[in-house]
């Protein structure tokens, strides 16, 4: 089946930082990827969604200048997170929508734990 | 949450029991889906329900879908210790998957 890969599981940077987590769909193109935002004990929060070769559209309240994103090819989105602080520190998950028999379906990531000290 | 909200936010039951999580959510849908999500990992697919579906079953789980009511709700039968995690629900609309506040079960042996 459909595989979305991301990298680093865990990266720990000091604040002040920048720090980039890869998405990848390991077996099939993806147009459209998406990349959310969870707190411990909390739900998943859209941030934005990431069109290849266009800008990402992001979320109310997310801001676009701290969480860069680029979709260049139709495999691979990365997120950036500029100027890390600690209140940054949470896990990040991507998906990324495939065009199958069964219509778009959306495959998970296995996320990406960020520690910023 | 950005689409609505799950009930209870924490369950505790037996093994054995039956676990039933309930999902309210606020726009028109195309589907509805529930993953689970183990502590600190990724998100499993359990089940999707269509909008013009009321009632779908995959082996211990029965989710029914009331769009008049905008609610949804995912049933576990005969829970099993394996089956403690977080639980949520997920609407599909204009593209994008929302997901609601979810609920931790915990299924003690």
């Known amino acids: 089946g459909a595989v979305v890969s991301q990298h680093p599981s865990r990266v720990i940077c000091k604040s002040g930082t920048s720090v980039k987590i890869e998405c990848r769909s390991l077996?099939?193109?993806?147009?459209?990827m998406f990349w959310y935002r969870q707190f411990p004990k909390k739900s998943l929060m859209l941030m934005a969604t990431?069109?290849?070769?266009?800008?990402?559209?992001?979320e109310q309240g997310v801001e676009k200048d701290k969480f860069l994103i680029n979709h260049a090819s139709l495999t691979l989105s990365t997120l950036t997170v500029t100027s890390a602080h600690p209140e940054d520190s949470s896990f990040y998950i991507c998906?990324?929508?495939?065009?199958?028999?069964?219509?778009?379906?959306?495959?998970f990531g296995e996320g990406s734990w960020l520690t910023v000290v | 949450s950005q689409q609505g909200e799950e009930d209870p936010q924490a369950l505790s039951i037996q093994e054995g029991e039956n676990a039933t999580m309930n999902c309210s959510y606020k726009?028109?849908?195309?589907?509805l889906q529930w993953y689970r999500q183990n502590s600190g990992r990724g998100l499993v697919h359990l089940i999707l329900i269509r909008s013009n579906e009321r009632e779908k079953h995959s082996g211990r789980l029965r989710v029914t879908l009331d769009t008049s009511k905008k609610s949804s709700s995912l049933l576990i039968t005969a829970s099993r210790a394996a089956d403690t995690a977080s639980y949520f629900c997920?609407?599909?609309?204009?593209?994008?998957?929302?997901f609601g506040s979810g609920t931790r079960l915990l299924v003690r042996p």
């Open positions: 990431s069109n290849e070769g266009s800008k990402a559209t992001y």
């Open positions: 077996d099939f193109q993806a147009t459209t």
């Open positions: 998906s990324a929508s495939a065009l199958t028999k069964s219509g778009n379906t959306i495959y």
């Open positions: 726009t028109s849908i195309n589907n």
């Open positions: 997920a609407t599909l609309s204009s593209y994008k998957l929302i």
